[in-house]
């Protein structure tokens, strides 16, 4: 299960790119600035907002240790900036004065790369802040850059559609059509894939652009056979352009974000949809996931910023829908348990429950009067709590048997939603029950508790298609 934790709404203008480190989350707008933000608390730092850019800010990234920012801009720029002061390092110049799109560090930290409208495309040295190679792709603008996790190589993508693949020494290894409208995005998964026949590494590489698809790629380079780029498959589960694309660290996941207001979170192993997430208002043109933490960032047209936060579930998250309910239900260790303890910051009942042999089977059976006198807690609050929080467990198992994803479901009825609308929580009710939760005059979000601005009801157009597919896929 995926919940939204925090929207940010500081930017005065369309947010382009969001990028995090293992501290810190970085978003870049419209309106010519960039903005840290802790993760502890996403409190903004003292020295933030970032101002050197005269024009867009086009994307921002982390150096792979997070002492350093790069941001690049219209004004055909990228600059370097020290993420604990916020002091600008360098500033980096496009050779032929084009807008700048994208920016991206090798994963050693040694080499920066910067693609401009032009198509010309630079490899900077990251230390010296020297122009180190420049190269240029035949047509279009240059939109997309990622590096392969190995460092050896690297992949641009432009605005007529063509994957480029440069070596670490800027030459070409190979170029071809992907998206016939143009690629918006591309990223390498960190984790690598294995060739048994020849015992070799591949790695996953998305794109995505206008013509509305997720193309997946597998990428292999070595000195003995060669390069290698091979077309793998495709996911269609957006009906509009595809603006952003990205791989979760452990490589379980892929987000994307599309014109279609819509986030779609995709299982890689399976390449099924997890989670299909509408809270924007406006176009989504970013995604990003945080390197250590089950965090999700999205970035939009409406200015915002949403932080999304993934559920423990499951000690193996890679597992499928029958998988995962079956492993709810009867497979958890106590390990597990502790675990999921550990998850729901209850970290003090784990010496409790391993001593008293508590697995998953265990677990989904306990009720008040067993925490009170078979594991004898006495605190009544902290029973409250591990019963609320074994109650939200059961649902899950439940919701995950029927095979339902949780964000289809009303959170009032707890039913496949029909006519899906978005009230001014920013939460998604089945129409007829959120009327009526109002009409017994409960102006009260029945998920924050809190009070709604607004009695307005909008149609979430967006999740009923979504629906719609999902009920088409699975009811063949």
Known sequence: MVKLIHTLADHGDDVNCCAFSSSLLATCSLDKTIRLYSLSDFTELPHSPLKFHTYAVHCCCFSPSGHVLASC???????????????????????????VRVCQFSPDS?????????????????????????????DGSLVACAFSPNGNLFVTGSSCGDLTVWDDTMRCLHSEKAHDLGITCCDFSSQPVSDGERGLQFFRLASCGQDCQIKIWVVSFTHIFGFELKYKSTLSGHCAPVLACAFSHNGQMLVSGSVDKSVIVYDTNTESILHTLTQHTRYVTSCAFAPNTLLLATGSMDKTVNIWQFDLETPCQARSTEDQAKQFTEDWSEDDVSVWLCAQGLNDLVGIFKMNNIDGKELLNLTKESLADDLKIESLGLRSKVLRKIEELRTKVKTLSSG????????????????????????????????NWISKKKRTSPMTNLVLPSVVLTPNRTLKMAISRWLETHQK
Do not use: H
Not at 74 to 82: A, E, I, P, Q
Not at 85 to 98: D, F, H, K, W, Y
Not at 110 to 138: E, H, I
């Open 404 to 435: 339902i994803p949780d964000e289809f479901l009303c959170p009032i009825t707890r039913e496949l939603m029909k006519d899906p609308v978005i009230a001014s929580d920013g939460y998604s009710y089945e129409k007829e029950a959120m009327e």
């Open 73 to 99: 801009s219209t004004d055909g720029t990228t600059v370097l900036w020290n993420t604990q002061n916020g002091e600008t390092l360098a500033v980096m110049e496009q050779p032929t004065g084009s807008p």
């Open 110 to 138: 040694t080499c920066l790369v910067s693609g401009a409208a032009d198509g010309t495309v630079v490899l900077w040295n990251a230390q010296s802040y020297k122009l180190y190679r420049c190269g240029s792709v035949k």
